[in-house]
């Protein structure tokens, strides 16, 4: 299985002296269709022992892509898990972000066709099918669905398996859809070990060195 994904434009860092806006997690529109439940767990329990101020300064220093259409609609080019993770916890938690596009059309269809266009949407669904209609897109984060080979790499790249690659868009799908054309044991977010043993030795081969981040580490594949 290879992703059809569109050539990618690099998302813009924070402007140097811009401040960021706070604005409500649940105000804030998804670019992708799933996400690993795995990850957001853990992440859940990170903000668990957390106090309020250290989630504040944490999300300060994390501060969301965000793409404004004339009538004011935010989308979230980044950053789902964590904001997933939290609005589940804390349905009123606000986040930080910075304005990477701002589009003078208040028409949904033609901001998403936008974010299409520049490689800024990834839909494809839990089980790996797609790519779909951007109109299918959930409103907000609680829509999105588990994809449980997204939350099988977030452990890799846990683990050091592999390597973050924070330029590449949905990079972390790609590695999902690569192992989804391969033989695993049957698995689920909530219980990955038993693919582990087997994804950790495909994700080293050398049939995984044509993607980002991949360090080696064995022969075969």
Do not use: N
């Not at 974010?115 to 949407?121: A, S």
């Not at 994809?147 to 990079?171: M, N, Q």
């Not at 391969?182 to 582990?196: D, G, T, V």
């Amino acid at each position: 299985m290879a992703l059809r994904l569109p050539p990618f434009q690099q998302l813009p860092p924070p402007q140097p002296g811009v401040a960021l806006t706070e604005l409500p997690i649940a105000r804030l529109r998804p670019t992708q269709l799933c996400v690993g439940m795995a990850e957001v767990r853990s992440r859940q329990r990170d903000f668990r022992a957390e106090d309020r101020r250290e989630r504040r300064d944490y999300l300060g220093t994390k501060p969301v892509p965000l793409v404004r259409s004339a009538a004011g609609e935010v989308w979230m080019v980044d950053r789902h898990h964590r904001l997933r993770a939290l609005l589940e916890l804390e349905p009123e938690a606000t986040a930080f972000g910075y304005v990477a596009l701002q589009l003078d059309t208040d028409d949904r269809a033609v901001v998403l066709e936008e974010l299409r266009r520049r490689g800024w949407l990834y839909l494809y669904d839990g089980r790996g099918l797609g790519p779909l209609e951007p109109g299918v897109l959930p409103s907000q984060l609680t829509g999105l669905q588990d994809d449980p080979y997204r939350s099988l790499v977030w452990r890799l790249k846990k683990e050091g398996v592999i390597e973050p690659a924070p330029l590449i868009p949905f990079h972390e799908f790609r590695w999902g859809a690569w192992l989804r054309s391969r033989s695993l044991p049957p698995f689920s977010s909530a219980q990955l070990e038993p693919a582990l043993p087997a994804a950790r030795a495909l994700a080293r081969s050398a049939a995984a060195g044509h993607l980002a981040g991949w360090k080696g580490g064995s022969r075969g594949g």
